[in-house]
C-alpha cells in the first residue's frame, strides 16, 4: 500500500469517527448551525494532470438557505486551495424529501509546486440525507485560477467532482 493511500484511509476513518460522534442535524440547516464534510474524487487540467482531489469544508448556516464557511482543495497532496464559500441552499425532494442542492461561489489562494495565485470555484452540490446527523454528497466544482499549468497564460479552468459526506 502507498503512502497516499494509507494517508487517504486514515483521514476517511477520522472522519467516519467524527460523523458517527457528532450530534448535530445534517438534514434540516438552522440559523447559527455548523456543519463539516468531507469528499474524495478528481481534479482536472492541474499542473499534474487530472489527479487525486479531497475536499474538506465546514459552513455556518444564516438562515436554512444560506451558509459560509471554508473550502480546502487538496489535489495530488501536492496542490493546495483555501477559499470562502457562500452557499446557497435548496429542497429538491426528489429522491428522499429532505433531500437538497446548493449553489457555491467563493474565491482564495491556491498553491503548486513552485507557483501560487487566486481561485475562485464555482460550483453546485446534492446532499442526500442518509440519517438525521449524515448526508452523502455530491459536488461538482469548476476552479477559475491563474496557475500556471503548462497551458499558458490567462485564467485557467480545473474541473472537479467529489463525493462524500457532510454531518
Known amino acids: 500500500m502507498s503512502q ?21 442535524q445534517a438534514v434540516e440547516p ?7 464534510g468531507a469528499g474524495v474524487g478528481i481534479l482536472g487540467a492541474t ?13 455556518r448556516f444564516f438562515n436554512s438557505s444560506l451558509s459560509l464557511g471554508p473550502l480546502v482543495q ?25 433531500a437538497k442542492m446548493n449553489f457555491q461561489a467563493g474565491g ?11 481561485v475562485v470555484p464555482l460550483g453546485i452540490g446534492v446532499d442526500l ?13 469548476l476552479n477559475f485560477t491563474g496557475l500556471d499549468a503548462g497551458l499558458g497564460s490567462g485564467v485557467h479552468l480545473m474541473p472537479g467532482i467529489t463525493v462524500g459526506v457532510r454531518f
Not at 482564495?108 to 495565485?117: K, P, Y
Not at 440525507?129 to 466544482?141: C, D, S
Request: charged share 15%.
Open 4 to 24: 497516499r493511500t494509507v494517508f487517504l484511509l486514515v483521514i476517511l476513518f477520522w472522519c467516519w469517527g467524527t460523523i458517527s460522534e457528532n450530534e448535530a
Open 30 to 36: 438552522t440559523a447559527g448551525m455548523w456543519t463539516a
Open 47 to 59: 499542473p499534474d494532470g487530472t489527479v487525486f482531489a479531497l475536499n474538506l469544508n465546514a459552513e
Open 74 to 98: 487538496i489535489a495530488d497532496f501536492t496542490q493546495i486551495a483555501v477559499s470562502a464559500q457562500f452557499k446557497y441552499w435548496l429542497d429538491v425532494r426528489l429522491p428522499n424529501p429532505d
Open 108 to 118: 482564495g489562494f491556491i498553491h503548486a509546486e513552485d507557483d501560487s495565485s487566486y
Open 129 to 141: 440525507p442518509l440519517n438525521r446527523t449524515v448526508a452523502l454528497t455530491m459536488t461538482l466544482l
